[in-house]
């Protein structure tokens, strides 16, 4: 596809099985994501954001219609190809950091680099680079569970951003954190994203985030529409 969009949804559609009846999550949503630009996503509680970002993630595929990333149409992909393209151009942050507890902050942002093929030394100096803009320059050698929520978080997004990817998907990034931590996470999440030319979708429940995002664009009854 031509489009230079880092992420295009085109119609998919997602029904689920519950209780004996097909559910619709998703009913022919659709949506583009271009470089550099930030998009909030919101819905009430169980209106399939998490469902949206999976398939955006290509964590799961559609029922219907299409998923584009950085350029490259997904559906035909074998799980491979898909292994590979997430690992290249993709970074997940979610409510729950998820990071490895065994490992240091430095640690855990060199891991997905070295998986990705990158040296242990220059996955260190990257590392080191993205938790210096994020303030954490004095907890290289901390354990996630010597850290703070918010530093946790942080290190998270570290994580998300080590392979420069072309999107970010982050679900309730802040959703675990105090009001105040949680305001600081996010200016650390969006001064990154657009120092970086990064796009990013990001769900969230809270209204006063999503206003500060490039846009809003409103999950309901299966579609989505700007806000």
Do not use: W
């Not at 680079?129 to 978080?153: A, F, M, T, V």
């Not at 990013?200 to 999950?219: E, F, G, Q, S």
Request: net charge negative; with cysteine.
């Amino acid at each position: 596809m031509s489009s230079g969009a880092a992420l295009i949804l085109e119609t998919v559609r997602r029904t689920f099985e519950q209780g004996g009846k097909c559910l619709d999550v998703l009913r022919g949503a659709s949506l583009k994501v271009e470089p550099g630009e930030i998009v909030a996503l919101v819905g009430p509680s169980g209106s399939g954001k998490s469902t949206l970002l999976h398939l955006a993630g290509l964590l799961e595929k559609p029922d219907e219609g299409e998923v584009f990333l950085a350029g490259q149409r997904c559906g035909d992909l074998t799980e491979q190809e898909q292994t590979v393209l997430r690992l290249k151009h993709l970074g997940f942050v979610y409510q729950y950091h998820h990071l490895l507890p065994e490992f240091s902050a430095v640690e855990n942002v060199v891991v997905p680099q070295m998986i990705s093929g990158v040296t242990r030394d220059q996955a260190a100096a990257r590392a080191k680079e993205l938790l210096d803009s994020l303030g954490l320059s004095d907890r290289y050698d901390h354990r996630p569970g010597i850290l703070s929520g918010g530093e946790q978080q942080r290190v998270a997004i570290a994580r998300a951003l080590a392979n420069k990817p072309a999107l970010l998907l982050a679900d309730e990034p802040t959703g675990n954190l105090d009001p105040h931590t949680a305001d600081g996470v996010f200016d650390a999440l969006l001064t990154l994203s657009r120092d970086h030319s990064l796009a990013a979708l990001v769900a969230t429940h809270n209204p006063d985030l999503a206003k500060r995002m490039d846009r809003i664009v409103r999950l309901d009854e299966g579609l989505l529409i700007e806000d």
